[in-house]
């Protein structure tokens, strides 16, 4: 049963603490999603990767987040430093291009700064 | 304006019931179009892609899209208290890849 996994599932930190956290796409899916929800905001799209590489970070605030692909097993989103705003969901989902848009979601990370 | 609009709801509907939730998008040229459900607490889980004007079934649900009005609806037949939950449309606005663009949601309420 292939699906994405993030870890971790939560996550509660205080303000200025850096946060780390992991997607493993579904296995040949070659491009990634990061996403945060927020019941003020909805579904937010951060950033994605084709084939590891960044094409849109549009939606991310550049000073504190960062996101990454070390390889095509793992994704990485980053906050440093973690402010009370950033306390939301964060999901990751994964597709494959050239099998339609469909993205898969994984189960998220859910996130609370103090 | 928001590129996908939804009715944030809640949809209240009696059990059995047929539940219509409606989507309206602002790209002409968006040829891609999902309906996720959301549980609370959950993540989004597809129900139905559909990319051709017209109507697309799977079992209960029904998916229909009218690209020269710019809207998509799903509709969801004999509908179940275990069908409570939020529905996201989501969009691939023009030319955006893989990128989905998703409405705030509507959440259906199916009461017993």
């Known amino acids: 049963d292939a699906r994405v996994t993030q870890t971790p599932r939560h996550k509660v930190t205080e303000m200025g603490q850096e946060v780390t956290m992991r997607c493993q796409p579904i296995l040949g899916h070659n491009t990634v999603f990061w996403y945060r929800q927020t019941m003020m905001q909805g579904l937010e799209l951060l950033a994605y990767f084709r084939n590891r590489a960044p094409l849109d970070d549009s939606g991310m605030p550049k000073d504190r987040f960062s996101a990454e692909m070390p390889d095509a097993t793992l994704a990485t989103l980053k906050i440093q430093p973690s402010e009370p705003r950033d306390s939301a969901v964060y999901f990751c989902a994964s597709a494959h291009r050239g099998r339609g848009e469909t993205q898969y979601f994984g189960p998220g990370t859910r996130l609370l700064v103090l | ?112």
Do not use: H
């Open chain 2, 1 to 112: 304006q928001k590129e996908v609009e939804q009715n944030s709801g809640p949809l209240s509907v009696p059990e059995g019931a047929i539940a219509s939730l409606n989507c309206t998008y602002s790209d002409r040229v968006s040829q891609s179009f999902f309906w996720y459900r959301q549980y609370s607490g959950k993540s989004p889980e597809l129900i139905m892609s559909i990319y051709s004007n017209g109507d697309k079934e799977d079992g209960r649900f029904t998916a229909q899209l009218n690209k020269a009005s710019q809207y998509v609806s799903l509709l969801i037949r004999d509908s179940q208290p275990s069908d409570s939950a939020t529905y996201l449309c989501a969009v691939n606005l023009g030319d955006a890849g893989n990128m989905l663009t998703f409405g705030g949601g509507t959440r259906l309420m199916v009461k017993p």
